[in-house]
Structure formats: C-alpha cells, structure tokens
C-alpha cells in the first residue's frame, strides 16, 4: 500500500487565517495518523503580492502550533514545468487565451451575481473571430 502525501499550500501574501490553520492541521494529523508524508508547499506564483516576510510568518505559525513538515516546495521553482504543460493544453486546444481585462471580467462576475447567477466565464474569447483577436 502507498502512503499518503499530503501538502498544505499557502500563497504568502499575508497572514494565515483560521481556515488555512485548520486545513493545515487536518492534513498534517492524517499525514501522522497514517504513517504519511506532510508536506509544506510555497504557492508563490503571484510575484506582486508574495512576500518572504509572510513566508516567515506562515513557517513561524505552524512551528508554534507544533505542524512540522517533512520537505517543502515551491510553487515559482516549478514555472518552467507549467509553462509546458500550458503550451501542451493550448496546441491541443484546451486552452485559449483570454481577450478581456480585468476589469471587463470584473463587470461581467458582477452582473452574474446580481442576477442570481453563478460567477461562471461565457467563454467569450472561443467567439472571437481572428481579424477581431488582432484588433485587441
């Protein structure tokens, strides 16, 4: 039988909260309990609002809550492997690029949610025609 290996994985950027702690401690307690591996991986992807003061921070809570972990990884050192991985999805048309803003998503989550509706993509950009995608 395989052990398990489980993982908690906070993006450093900011301070952890009560359901990041439980979920810490849950899968560190089942990684105990069954002989597993606990792992500590470092979702710092996000360049702008990573931090390595809130890094310090997420490893000095779990010391103090006694969650020790076996090996820790980091998301940013793993780039390359995703990079890839998208480019596979994108030639075998799995994945597309998207044309809106941030703001233009924005407008559109928020009249879904107004109207009751779930905060789901339309996949606008599938509708796009190439003269259109140049354009943008």
């Not at 606990?38 to 992807?45: Q, S």
């Amino acid at each position: 039988m395989t052990l398990p290996k489980v993982r908690f994985a906070p993006s450093p950027t900011g301070h952890l909260h009560v359901g990041n702690l439980r979920t810490a401690l849950v899968n560190f307690l089942y990684a105990k309990k069954a002989g597993g591996h606990f792992m500590l991986r470092i979702d710092d992807t996000d360049k702008q609002r990573s931090s390595l003061k809130f890094e310090e921070s997420i490893r000095d809570d779990l010391k103090w809550l006694g969650i020790k972990w076996e090996s820790e990884d980091r998301q940013s050192e793993k780039l390359d492997i995703y990079n890839k991985a998208l480019e596979r999805l994108i030639q075998n048309g799995r994945a597309y690029p998207c044309y809106e803003t941030q703001e233009e998503l924005g407008l559109k989550r928020k009249a879904l949610l107004m109207s009751g509706k779930p905060p789901i993509y339309d996949r606008a950009a599938l509708r796009l025609t190439e003269a259109q995608k140049k354009s943008l």
